[in-house]
Nanobody, 122 residues
Framework: QVQLVESGGGSVQAGGSLRLSCAASGYTYSNYNMGMGWFRQAPGKEREGVAAIYGFGHRTYYVDSVKGRFTISQDVAKNTWYLEMNSLKPEDTAMYYC?????????????WGQGTQVTVSS
């Protein structure tokens, strides 16, 4: 059974940076289109896939709004995934979740963590 625990959220001013961590237990890459993703949901909005790493750890996906600002990475030895977020904007404010995912054009979450709040003030 996969268990995911996020950490690293917080409040920052616009232009600042945060790094989110997702510690996973019981997870390994099982096929090319399976991976780990970061998702976010802002109040009143649908949850969206922000970034994902798949292809046995060799492929990445980013939604257009975060390209060039966010970086997803992994520490295989620690079974931990990260989301480095730079040049944060108020519109990045949301609850962020990590989840195992399958890639069908964009990531589709399967097993979810509890989430961590990111708040960006202008």
């Amino acid at each position: 059974q996969v268990q995911l625990v996020e950490s690293g959220g917080g409040s920052v001013q616009a232009g600042g940076s945060l790094r989110l961590s997702c510690a996973a237990s019981g997870y390994t890459y099982s096929n090319y289109n399976m991976g780990m993703g970061w998702f976010r949901q802002a109040p009143g909005k649908e949850r969206e896939g922000v970034a994902a790493i798949y292809g046995f750890g060799h492929r990445t996906y980013y939604v257009d709004s975060v390209k060039g600002r966010f970086t997803i990475s992994q520490d295989v030895a620690k079974n931990t995934w990260y989301l480095e977020m730079n040049s944060l904007k108020p519109e990045d404010t949301a609850m962020y979740y990590c989840a195992t995912c399958t890639m069908i054009g964009s990531p589709r979450g399967l097993n979810w963590g509890q989430g961590t709040q990111v708040t960006v003030s202008s």
